[in-house]
Structures are given as structure tokens and as C-alpha cells.
């Protein structure tokens, strides 16, 4: 069949229209998970989905004992991990190190997570899960946060320099930190970007 000009030129438009597609990571060790979040952080995707295997653990011992780290100044992309269940996908810190950390510096670059448990984490600034979105939305939803130690927050700190935060369904447990044991939000929060909490069950979080 003969292709004429206008045809050809309409294909172009059409694979031209076509939206590009989320990467999608399904990390089974330590090590596969950092080499997604290294990806991720700079392959410029509109959104990177990383799910968690159930009954998997994740250890910072088996990533040379250094947190998981996303580290993106140059996407807008959407960060999405998502677990099987509390309990069943786990982050751990295995007591050596922080367990994830995961920042965004450009406009709309979101972060989400979710049904992950985050466990065990060891350090001096953030020990369990650290996000940090200077111009994106974060949502962190169904999660549990558990027996995590800092010299500054134990749990968790979560912060959106000028977007919507949405913490729920979280169990935030047993964690402890000098300034902050269980969870620290910090958000310029406004009418059109607000902060949301609710449902989430905050218990036996201690300052030491």
C-alpha cells in the first residue's frame, strides 16, 4: 500500500500525541531497589512506579549499610512506591542507618508511598523514612513506621515547601528522637495547599 505525504505526516502526529508511559520497577533485593530509585530520580519519566514484593524485606545491611536513597533535582515526575501491607513489604534499617530517603526539588515532582512498613532505622538526622518535596505533593498512606531511633526524628519527617500533604491510615509506633520521636510535618500550608491527617493511630513515640 502507498503511503502519501499526508498520510505519513498524520502518523507522526499520531505517535506524536501518544502520552509517554510510567516506568515501572518491581525490585526483589536491596540492591534492585537502589538501582530503581537511582533510575527513577534521573530518567526523566513523567512517573516512576516502584512496587514492593509481599513478604520481602528490603535491608539497608544488604545495601553496604547506607539508607535508600531519591535523589532528583531535574524531573517532574511522580514517585510512587507502593508495598503488599503493613508487614509484608519492609524497609529496614537493620539499626545501622537511616532507612529511606526519598527528595524532589523540581515544580510537581510528587512523592507517593504506600502500604510499606518502615522499621528499625539508626541515625543522627531522620532514621526511619525522610520526604522532602520542595515543589511537590506528598502522600503517605497505609504505612506503618515502627521502632525507628534518631538524635532528630525518629519515625519520620515529611515536608512540601509549597504543596498538598496528605499523611492517613498510617501506624506511627514506637520510634524515638531527641526533637522529634514519631512524625515531624513541616509545609508553607495555605487554603490551596493544605495539610491533611486522619486516620492514621500515633502511639509509644518517646523523646529521649
Do not use: W
Amino acid at each position: 500500500m502507498k503511503m502519501t505525504l499526508k498520510s505519513f505526516f498524520s502518523c507522526l502526529l499520531l505517535f506524536a500525541s501518544i502520552p509517554a508511559m510510567a516506568a515501572t520497577f518491581a525490585p526483589t533485593t536491596a540492591a534492585e531497589l537502589q538501582d530503581a530509585l537511582t533510575a527513577a530520580q534521573s530518567n526523566g519519566d513523567p512517573e516512576n512506579i516502584i512496587n514492593l514484593q509481599a513478604n520481602t524485606t528490603y535491608s539497608t545491611a544488604d545495601n553496604n549499610n547506607f539508607p535508600f536513597i531519591y535523589n532528583s533535582t531535574n524531573t517532574t515526575s511522580l514517585l510512587t512506591i507502593t508495598g503488599a501491607g503493613q508487614g509484608s513489604s519492609i524497609l529496614d534499617g537493620a539499626g545501622v542507618s537511616s532507612v529511606i530517603l526519598l527528595i524532589t526539588r523540581a515544580n510537581g515532582a510528587d512523592v507517593k508511598v504506600s502500604q510499606v512498613t518502615v522499621q528499625n532505622g539508626k541515625s543522627g538526622a531522620v532514621a526511619g523514612l525522610l520526604i522532602e518535596a520542595t515543589h511537590g505533593k506528598v502522600i503517605l498512606e497505609k504505612s506503618e513506621i515502627k521502632n525507628n531511633d534518631g538524635l532528630n526524628a525518629g519515625g519520620a519527617n515529611i515536608s512540601s515547601g509549597d504543596r498538598e500533604i496528605i499523611i492517613s491510615d498510617n501506624i506511627i509506633a514506637d520510634n524515638k528522637g531527641v526533637t522529634v520521636s514519631g512524625i515531624a510535618i513541616g509545609s508553607a500550608a495555605s487554603a490551596a495547599f493544605p495539610i491533611s491527617i486522619k486516620g492514621n493511630r500515633i502511639q509509644n513515640n518517646k523523646n529521649d
